[in-house]
């Protein structure tokens, strides 16, 4: 299996060479392995670069960054904190939707796909891109960091004024490279049910990031999600 990226992303000149690096070498390697052993993984193959192929670079806004997608049958597809129409809206998520209404009053959707805001320039990025059925976290520490990492540090140098959510300490670590000259970041506790009590609720990260891109003369973000198709 050789991973790539679609020859006319944007993210293609930055990115395409880590491809050849000896660490995707071996990740790709070893998702070979654990596809010939006919285990499942999540999202399929066809969308593990989705967050990229749905936000191109010369269009990112906002970076939100995730640990690791669902890793249960239909939910996960290539977008941190997403999940496909008809799939429950899981508890970070739902979360998310509180705040939404606390900070926006925008009423919680009635169902967790948030394609439209990966296509306003809202990169919804996990750290690790795969995982197995049922088996969370069974990807870390095989290479996927080290890509993520590099997408990060592209944004960083190549874009200017992007707001970055970083929510819980592990997006926070991963995100200490960020210019904060040039870009504004915005922390707070993870929106699982176990943390968000402790100040994500009440963060107003999406009027603090909506306000930062119009001083900037970006377009805002409609955080409103329309039903899902």
Known sequence: MTMTLDAASSWQPQLNGEFDLP??????????????????????????????????????KVVILGQDPYHQPNQAHGLCFSVLPGIKTPPSLVNIYKELKTDLDIEPAQHGYLESWAQQGVLLLNAVLTVEDSNANAHQGKGWEQFTDKVISTVNEQCDNVVFMLWGSYAQKKGAMIDTDKHLVLTAPHPSPLSAYR??????????????????????????????K
Request: hydrophobic share 40%; net charge negative; aromatic share 14%.
């Open 23 to 60: 660490y995707m070498q071996k990740l790709s390697a070893y998702l070979d392995a654990e596809l010939a052993q006919n285990k499942t993984i999540y999202p399929p193959k066809s969308h593990w670069f989705h967050a990229l192929e749905t936000t191109p670079l010369d269009e990112v």
């Open 199 to 228: 100040g994500f609720f009440g963060c107003r990260h999406f009027s603090l990031a909506n306000a930062y891109l119009l001083e900037r003369g970006k377009e805002v973000v409609d955080w409103q999600l329309s039903e899902a």
